[in-house]
């Protein structure tokens, strides 16, 4: 069954800072990969979404994330961290040809001043 | 333009009591689902419904119920609430077939608590 892992649950940077958020599919075909935010007390956002048009992939708020086939990897990244990206960040895959998005458990990232 | 709209946002309810929760959409969406959000877990799949008068199970289906009788709208019925399904409820929905690769469009989420 395909799953989707991400590695760290809590992510803490200083403003300014490279953020730096990872995940890892599995799967042997390449599904459709997507990143969400979830700030406090809301619904989930879509930060980006990889259609397999370029492997890397531009998404709002400054953030971007490379598709790796090698790696079955989709890192989450951004160059300056600022204080509202403070939030819970999702990776998720939908398998080629699915109909269900599967989630990460999470990684809730911490920006200092 | 109020895409998905979920109702309650907030629920007490006692253990062995049922309730149904509402989700709307105005997208024209084909697909929709319900995950629920738990600490630690991420989000988990409890049923979807790819069309009108379709409903699958998800990872997570165990003591709730959906239908689908309406293109717009998708409800989540607990016939009789544990404790265990305190949880976030959010609803999402996207267009079908032909956009694997369209992202989710998500309610605000239905916050309830079984004691």
């Known amino acids: 069954a395909q799953s989707v892992t991400q590695l760290g649950s809590h992510v803490s940077v200083s403003e300014g800072a490279l953020v730096l958020l990872r995940c890892n599919y599995s799967s042997s075909v390449p599904p459709y990969l997507f990143w969400y935010v979830q700030y406090p007390n809301q619904g989930l956002q879509l930060l980006l979404k990889y259609t397999s048009a370029a492997t890397l992939v531009k998404g709002i708020n400054g953030f971007e994330a490379e598709f790796k086939k090698s790696e079955t990897s989709f890192h989450l990244t951004k160059p300056s961290a600022h204080m509202s990206d403070a939030a819970e960040y999702f990776c998720a895959v939908t398998p080629a040809g699915g109909t269900a998005l599967i989630f990460g458990k999470g990684t809730t990232l911490s920006v200092s001043s | 333009n109020a895409g998905v709209t979920q109702t309650p946002k907030f629920r007490v309810l006692k253990t062995g009591q049922s309730m149904t929760l509402l989700c709307a959409q105005d997208m024209n969406h084909e697909y929709m689902y319900w995950y629920r959000q738990d600490p630690g877990m991420g989000l988990r799949l409890i049923h979807y419904s790819v069309g009108e008068g379709t409903t699958a199970k998800g990872e997570v289906p165990d003591g709730y119920n959906v239908s689908r009788l309406k293109k717009q709208n998708f409800l989540l019925g607990l016939e009789s609430a544990a404790p265990s399904q305190t949880s976030v409820y959010f609803c999402?929905?996207?267009?079908?077939?032909?956009?694997?690769?369209?992202?989710?469009?998500f309610g605000n989420g239905t916050r309830l608590t079984v004691t």
């Open positions: 999402a929905s996207r267009p079908g077939t032909l956009y694997y690769n369209s992202p989710l469009h």
